[in-house]
């Protein structure tokens, strides 16, 4: 651990340009949160010079490298990237974007650490977020297959929000983003056909590694990831446009819509991983979706339209073995 000037450190966070060097903070598992009580606390220690320290009161930032090499008061690193204090740094940036800091003599807390090897660091990474509470998406946002997935889909104007507020923070539509839980759960939904589950247990799905690997699995076609988004983004957007349908039946029947548009335009009843990933995403149209819409509506209607019976197991039963397996009939 090292104490490091303000001014010091706000000048390893900027470009020449005087911006924020972004790509210090791509291990990062979040993005900056705007104003929260923790960042307008941040803020206010740092604009009261007078006092204390700011390192007294800021837990200070945790930065992994490949190399570290001290030469008196000077540490020089290569490959540097802040996995921790995201918040705290951007903050720093703010004020020393904004304010008059002739003087300022105060310092942070820095942490570097030289893991040497990539499984440490993703466990670092895991470890200096989790005292805070931090969605369990957050803290797989660093693993490959999520690295993977954002590359993919940002050609295709799909933006995968692997840090949470990343893209909104950039200006990006909220119709271009997804998040990682909702792609979580629209795979559930599609490829193992559990609408129920991704209804009921959103969070689960990313707490037990069981669950997950099946979900983000480097054997899954990066084309599965596309077709997913593509769909839940488009279910959604009809839903929003239905006035006669109540939020919570737009919310229910979501993810089971979604399932039944997959299966129809995989032309089977029970679609396997490698037949969804080959679905052209340009077929999800309008029709596919009203179709879908109407069908599932009708039996989750029939069932009592409740909450209970989104998050049962009945109203997924009857869709996949009646409704899909008379549409699609099992070839003999």
Not at 3 to 31: G, M, Q
Not at 137 to 159: C, M, Q, W
Not at 258 to 279: C, D, H, T, W
């Amino acid at each position: 651990m090292t104490l490091v000037k303000l001014t010091e450190f706000a000048k390893f966070i900027r470009d020449d340009d005087r911006k924020l060097r972004k790509n210090l903070f791509d291990a990062n598992v979040r993005d900056y949160q705007g104003t929260t009580q923790v960042n307008e606390e941040i803020r206010k220690s740092l604009q009261k010079k007078e006092g204390e320290n700011f390192w007294w009161l800021n837990n200070g930032v945790t930065v992994i490298a490949a190399k570290a090499v001290q030469s008196g008061k000077v540490i020089t690193i290569e490959d540097p990237q802040l996995v921790n204090g995201l918040q705290t740094s951007t903050e720093i940036f703010n004020y020393f974007q904004d304010a008059n800091t002739q003087g300022d003599e105060r310092e942070v807390m820095v942490r570097i650490i030289v893991p040497g090897k990539t499984e440490i660091s993703d466990r670092i990474i895991k470890a200096t977020n989790s005292q805070t509470s931090i969605p369990p998406a957050s803290l797989r946002a660093t693993d490959k297959v999520h690295r993977d997935i954002e590359a993919y889909l940002e050609p295709f104007g799909i933006f995968y929000d692997r840090r949470k507020n990343q893209h909104k923070n950039e200006g990006r539509s909220t119709e271009q983003i997804i998040s990682i839980p909702l792609l979580a759960q629209a795979i559930m939904s599609i490829s193992m056909q559990r609408p129920d589950n991704a209804r009921a247990r959103p969070s689960s799905l990313l707490k037990r590694d069981e669950d997950y690997a099946r979900i983000f699995s480097p054997e899954h076609p990066i084309e599965l990831y596309l077709v997913a988004s593509k769909l839940i983004k488009a279910v959604q957007s009809y839903l929003r446009g239905r006035d006669d349908l109540q939020p919570k039946d737009k919310n229910n029947i979501l993810f089971y819509v979604a399932m039944y548009v997959a299966s129809r335009l995989s032309g089977k009843a029970k679609p396997n991983i490698q037949e969804l990933g080959r679905i052209n995403p340009d077929k999800v149209d309008l029709t596919a979706i009203e179709e879908s819409v109407k069908i599932v509506l009708a039996e989750y209607s029939a069932l009592g339209a409740s909450d209970a019976v989104a998050k049962g197991s009945v109203l997924q039963a009857k869709l996949i073995e009646r409704r899909l397996a008379e549409e699609y009939p099992a070839k003999r």
